[in-house]
């Protein structure tokens, strides 16, 4: 009963202060409305933020968080009319056609939604937020063969905005005829860009599942689309001469010892001619001796939860040492290294 009336006083305080204080500025008004966005009370931030808009009509901050409040508050008439107002200003930024576009998204109004991504790009071609979303808005009009190429777009201008690495996956892993190889390098861009959610286990599994049907066929070149760059075979070529390797099967021992020899082959030269931050990265990890632990919080971990902490438990330095430097570097991707027919 204390804990309840303590948090009606408390709410009472706040709404207090709110009140209590009509020559607070636009800015701290502001601000007020974002604390209560932040705890989910939408009504009280929507009085305040209206306030804010008042006293600061021209504020393209206030007006985003208004039009983002009425969307959250399902009124979507007006998070609408405010939206489209915000995008034709000047200095409308990406996240004023994202909040009309999630507007749009939310009353099946495709048509108009796309007519507001295809704007987008035109003012912002290199945004991988817009060619994700637009996808997003494809894939929900079932126009899936569309969606692809806008997320592919999207990596191709944008290579460090890690959903439109997701949404490609998935859509290959659920083609009937899947491009493995790019299930595989998108997938593992992915799980480096975006380490620690639930979308990370999703795609190990995706990437794990990719290694065993790419190595179901006696030839890793018979599985390859007609189009296919010089990329696609220097790599498919040099992971064909492991097929020894995973006669046992495709675990995270196997692929470990795959890579380790795949990156021994790529760097007497191939690196030179297609540079890729990743290959990179493998290298980087074997000289540090921590590529294994790097293969195992890979594969290991969604394969067989119980060996992988066992092997944790058995290599506790190495897996120590693999922590801290995931946890220390930013991976990032250059700009340009973009090899999908």
Excluded at 28 to 52: C, P
Excluded at 317 to 325: I, Y
């Amino acid at each position: 009963m204390k804990k309840i009336v303590l948090a009606v006083l408390l709410i009472f305080q706040i709404a207090t202060v709110v009140v209590a204080q009509p020559n607070q500025t636009a800015k701290e008004l502001h601000e007020t409305a974002r604390t209560f966005m932040r705890q989910g009370d939408y009504d009280n931030a929507l009085l305040v933020i209206k306030r804010a808009a008042e006293q600061d009509p021209d504020n393209l901050e206030i007006l985003k968080d208004l039009a983002f409040l009425y969307f959250l508050k399902r009124d979507y008439a007006n998070a609408m009319q405010i939206g489209k107002v915000i995008i034709d200003r000047p200095d409308a930024d990406v996240q004023s056609f994202q909040i009309l576009g999630l507007t749009y998204k939310a009353i099946a109004e495709y048509k108009e939604c796309k007519k507001l991504y295809k704007k987008a790009l035109a003012k912002f071609p290199e945004s991988g937020v817009i060619y994700n979303e637009y996808g997003e808005l494809l894939a929900m009009d079932n126009d899936l063969n569309n969606a692809i190429v806008q997320w592919e777009k999207g990596i191709e201008v944008d290579a460090n905005y890690s959903s439109n690495y997701y949404n490609a996956v998935k859509y290959y892993a659920q083609n009937p005829n899947p491009e493995l190889l790019w299930i595989a390098l998108h997938g593992e861009n992915f799980v480096n860009l975006e380490s620690y959610t639930a979308r990370t286990k999703e795609i190990k599994k995706i990437i794990l599942e990719a290694y065993k049907k790419m190595y179901a066929y006696s030839n890793l070149l018979e599985n390859t689309p007609k189009k296919t760059s010089g990329f696609e075979t220097a790599v498919l070529s040099i992971l064909n001469n492991s097929k020894d390797i995973a006669n046992n099967g495709i675990n995270a021992e196997s692929l470990m010892a795959i890579k380790a020899r795949f990156v021994l082959d790529w760097f007497k030269g191939k690196q030179q001619k297609f540079p890729f931050r990743l290959f990179d990265h493998y290298q980087h990890m074997l000289k540090e001796g921590i590529f294994d632990a790097y293969n195992q919080w890979l594969y290991g971990s969604v394969a067989n939860a119980d060996a992988y902490e066992l092997w944790i438990k058995n290599n506790d330095k190495q897996a120590e040492a693999f922590k801290k430097f995931q946890n220390a570097r930013v991976y990032k991707i250059p700009q340009g290294q973009y090899y999908k027919k």
